[in-house]
């Protein structure tokens, strides 16, 4: 891959921990096997319905990658054609974000998308308006998950503000991306504020699609 060759174009990320770690909140109302086929299929349903949008946006504006070091979750990621970013296993989300946004921004990326790969029940239409959503690099947007998380950024590269993930995140962003002399915006997209992190998470994820009972596919 060449610098160049990414001019103008975005990169999505994932981060991901390996599923076997995953959903460690989840542990009242599951098995270990449980979780781990929970967050491997959380994340090949948020690949595929970003795959989707991607195929509705003109030409080959933006590219998908994993940023992790799980081998499961590489392997997952190369069968689909997603590039692997190694983050070296960080500790914190944050750092995980930073390698992914370092990455990027030397392979020439114009901006960067952040998506966790929990979500409940994304809507194609709301991650084709996410990416397609304009964007100069004295902007930044923040979609809001439903406890004032972020589940969802659109960055400029290379990005100008650190990385504020935890608790009330959108409002650390906020001011952190604001700091750095950005107009941030709010960008409110129903679909995305919901991941799976705990029980209630786990009922909204079964009503909206009742095949992805764990407790029954579980092996």
């Known amino acids: ?26 542990a ?13 299929g959380l ?17 080959d504006a933006v590219d998908i990658a994993v940023v992790s070091n799980s081998p499961v979750i590489s392997r997952i990621a190369r069968q689909v054609g997603l590039f692997c970013i190694d983050d070296q ?22 901006a960067l998308c952040v998506l966790p790969g929990d979500l409940a029940a994304p809507a194609v239409e709301d991650f084709t308006r996410l990416l ?7 902007s930044a947007v923040f979609c809001p998950a439903k406890d004032l998380g972020t589940n969802a950024l659109l960055a400029p590269l290379p990005c100008p503000f650190p990385f504020r993930y ?19 915006k709010v960008l409110p997209l129903t679909s995305l504020r919901i ?4 029980a209630e998470d786990l009922d909204h994820l079964l009503a909206h699609n009742p095949q992805a009972l764990v407790r029954e596919g579980a092996q």
Request: charged share 20%; with cysteine; proline share 6%.
């Open 89 to 110: 296993d960080p500790g914190s989300l944050s750092l995980a974000v930073e390698a992914a946004a370092g990455w990027a921004a030397q392979q020439g990326y114009a």
């Open 43 to 59: 994340f090949q349903a948020t690949v595929a319905k970003l795959q989707e949008a991607l195929a509705r946006l003109p030409g």
């Open 28 to 40: 009242v109302a599951l098995t270990p096997q449980e979780r781990k086929v929970l967050a491997e």
């Open 195 to 198: 991941d799976v992190d705990t």
């Open 132 to 138: 397609a959503h304009p964007l100069d690099e004295a």
């Open 166 to 184: 935890g608790p009330k995140s959108l409002i650390a962003h906020l001011q952190a991306a604001e700091a750095a002399g950005l107009c941030a």
């Open 1 to 26: 891959m060449t610098r160049g060759a990414n001019s103008g174009k975005r990169l999505a990320v994932i981060p991901m921990k390996d599923p076997s770690k995953a959903k460690t909140r989840l």
